[in-house]
């Protein structure tokens, strides 16, 4: 199958800048319904650095541009390309409670980014200084209108695209973060983010609502440490997830009732990790979900970890229930061997 593709980079001071465009003849698979349109890809990302201030912005359109070595396999089996996500990583677990994957088939969106440090003793900063990243992530379908087989002879399934205007949205994902200082042993790290999810295409690739509700969400976290000695520190971490299920025509079910098929509600979360030494580690934590609307289902979800750190060296053990309802007992073992040539 023939594909093809170019790539710039300019890059001059604080300022990078990089494209590719990719094309791939036409590829029918499952995929993408055994269509016989040719695949396209526009990749672009900008950014700029200087002394306590970064922006970035990155953007992508992808068309049919799923690439298998095996035309029938479904998921991320044999997968060919890359093409990734842009949209931010969250290291929180609520944050990413719903997180974006790439649609092959067709997307257009991107994500900015603006990280600012606020000087220290400003009336802002205060004594040691602030930072602030603001970051924002949008994904959309394609604007596309299939091609009526009167006109489309061969019986190929093509399609238009229009390139100029969007589809319905996939996902966004608005998000603020603050990290400050507050003395020499305390620092806080407060965010805060706004976030949609098409569950229905993008998770499971059905249009139905029926089962696989829109997710609005809001979601707030507070991480606190203190580092009362060298080597020593207590951290506190707060979460909650504040969740709106839409699902349009079926918010009500066959028996007239509200529909709550796959709705988990609002979440809350705590978390605790004490580092006594540098060597010994122990967390606990626990996701409550507190607002689901099954009355059984208002389950604690408790986690805990010893974990002891040593050169190389790095064995831990955890204890917890998954969201699934499953307790898990791990043992974890980390050995790092480095020759010195």
Known sequence: MATGAGRITIIRGGFNFNAEYANKANDPSYQNKYSYQQGHAVIASASYGTDGFSAMLSGKML????????RDAQNTIDMINYQPDFSKFHTYSLMAYYPYATQPNGE???TGEIQYKVKKDTWLGGKYGMDITLNGSAYFALDTLGISPINDTLRNFKYSTNYSNLGEEYYHDVNIEITKKLN??????????????NQSIVQFNTPDKEEHPDIASHIGVVDLTWRYKTGSAIRFEAQGFFADYDYKEHAIDANGNKNITSNTGSWLSALIEWT???HWSITLADQYNYENPDATKKIHYYFGMLGYTNGPTRVSVSYGRQRQGI??????????LHQVV
Request: aromatic letters at 14%; a positive charge; one cysteine or more.
């Open 276 to 278: 006594p030494t540098s």
């Open 63 to 70: 068309d049919n541009m799923s690439f298998r070595s095996d």
């Open 108 to 110: 257009v969106g991107g």
């Open 184 to 197: 020499k042993k305390v620092k806080m790290t407060v965010m805060y983010a706004n976030q949609f999810l």
């Open 327 to 336: 307790f898990v007992l791990v043992v974890y073992a980390d050995l790092c």
